[in-house]
């Protein structure tokens, strides 16, 4: 089965960077997209960024400039650059592939 793997959380000040990771198995990572949401205390879980098996990313608009979304097909990993951390940023970070979730890991940023 599916199964997805994420690292790189932690405690960062605001204007610090983080970089997460998500090893994926039990499916052929090269041909499909991955994407990246989060969810805050109290709040909705929302996509932030994704990426396309070809490498198009997208982001949501709280993120662009601060945030990349990469892919590593050889390592089954999909990476998350952040950067230029805010508070609002605070979240578990989730990846996910088609119906497939991670366990998440937790982001917090301090100010």
């Known amino acids: 089965q599916v199964q997805l793997v994420e690292s790189g959380g932690g405690l960062v000040q605001a204007g610090g960077s983080l970089r997460l990771s998500c090893a994926a198995s039990g499916i052929i990572f090269s041909i499909n997209a991955m994407a990246w949401y989060r969810q805050a205390p109290g709040k909705q879980r929302e996509l932030v960024a994704s990426?396309?098996?070809?490498?198009?990313?997208m982001y949501v608009d709280s993120v662009k400039g601060r945030f990349t979304i990469s892919r590593d097909n050889a390592k089954n990993t999909v990476y998350l650059q952040m950067n230029s951390l805010q508070p609002e940023d605070t979240a578990v970070y989730y990846c996910?592939?088609?119906?497939?979730w991670g366990q998440g890991t937790q982001v917090t940023v301090s100010s």
């Open positions: 990426i396309s098996s070809g490498g198009r990313t």
């Open positions: 996910a592939v088609s119906n497939a």
